[in-house]
């Protein structure tokens, strides 16, 4: 990567990590994305974002729809999009190549959930003994408090606030809110960190993160997802199930039991209440459902 493009690149991030708070998480996400248009500028002797004409980003997209599906295609277009924006409103590049250039058209996919068995077979997959404890509390709080992976791997202890029930986590864009824990997930969580934390974090005491690993370094993203698929085999749920799984069926069954959306949107950190509101959909994809099943003339 020339030197001229490596450093128009570092100040974008630069701008999304200071001035826009996004996620370490988000940044690397970016930072790939980024990554991929660079070379392929690179294949075309672009040595200057300020050299990139619109039907270079049109080879871009070209190259990535042959082997790429339209959302991530729609996503690295956001994030070059986002590069120029920036770039223009520095004064950088003399055009933003980006301006006429659409977005795919996606087909709006329902989120994947779990049905109230479902759950609860997942949860009576674990053990309640060992590192049973600790793995429980995770799912007891995904599924009670709707949080991301992300929110939930960076859980600190004075996060927690056991008397009022409610706990303090750090979403998207660096935002804070405050979300009720669920008395299950309040209970599995004080059994972990009374009786089996303390022996995890024996030799690193100075740990402040919620949940730790054997060796009480803070547990990872990856590994989170790894317990989910192993607990979604061992309780024979034959879908796909992650972290986000169990966010999407928080938010479902709320709005089953008769939440509102307003208050869904809130506790899920959304900043834009239509990201909340395709939950909506899978209530009315549920209702479509029992009324064919049951109604006799459906």
């Known amino acids: 990567m020339s030197p001229a493009l490596r450093q128009e690149l570092d100040a974008f991030l630069a701008y ?38 619109p039907d270079h980003v ?4 070209h190259q990535l729809r042959a ?22 409103a520095e004064q950088r590049v003399p055009a933003n190549p980006t301006t006429f250039i659409q977005t795919p058209r996606l087909w709006r996919r329902l ?7 479902e759950v609860e077979r997942l949860l009576g997959s674990v053990k309640t003994d060992g590192l049973g404890l600790r793995d429980l509390a995770i799912l007891e709080l995904l599924y009670g408090a709707g949080l ?34 669920g008395r299950q997930a309040h209970v599995a969580l004080r ?7 303390p022996l995890l974090v024996k030799r690193r005491t100075e740990s402040t993160a919620v949940f730790v690993n054997r060796r009480g370094g803070r547990l990872t993203r990856q590994r989170i997802w790894q317990l ?10 034959t879908k796909r199930v992650g972290p986000h799984t169990l966010r999407h069926s928080f938010a479902t069954h709320l709005l089953e039991g008769g939440a509102d959306l307003r208050t ?12 909340t509101q395709r939950y909506t959909h899978v209530d009315r994809a549920r209702l479509k459902a029992v009324h064919e099943k049951h109604h006799p003339r459906p």
């Open 16 to 53: 999304l990590r200071l001035e826009r708070g996004l996620s370490a998480s988000t940044i690397s996400s970016y930072q790939i994305d980024l990554g991929l248009f660079a070379q392929h500028l690179e294949r075309e002797h672009i040595a200057s974002l300020a050299a990139v004409r």
């Open 191 to 197: 059994r972990y960190l009374a009786d089996l934390r």
């Open 228 to 237: 989910l698929g192993r607990y979604a085999r061992a309780g024979q749920i």
């Open 264 to 275: 869904v949107q809130e506790l899920l950190g959304h900043a834009n209440i239509s990201t």
């Open 111 to 117: 989120p994947q959930t779990l049905n109230a068995q």
């Open 67 to 88: 082997r790429r599906s339209p959302a991530t295609v729609a996503r690295k277009l956001a994030a070059v999009k986002g590069l120029f924006r920036f770039l223009q």
């Open 148 to 181: 991301r992976v992300s929110e939930l791997a960076a859980l600190e202890l004075l996060s927690l606030n056991f008397e009022a029930g409610f706990l303090r986590c750090i979403g998207k864009g660096n935002k804070e809110r405050i979300v009720p824990m």
């Open 58 to 61: 049109q080879g871009f997209l």
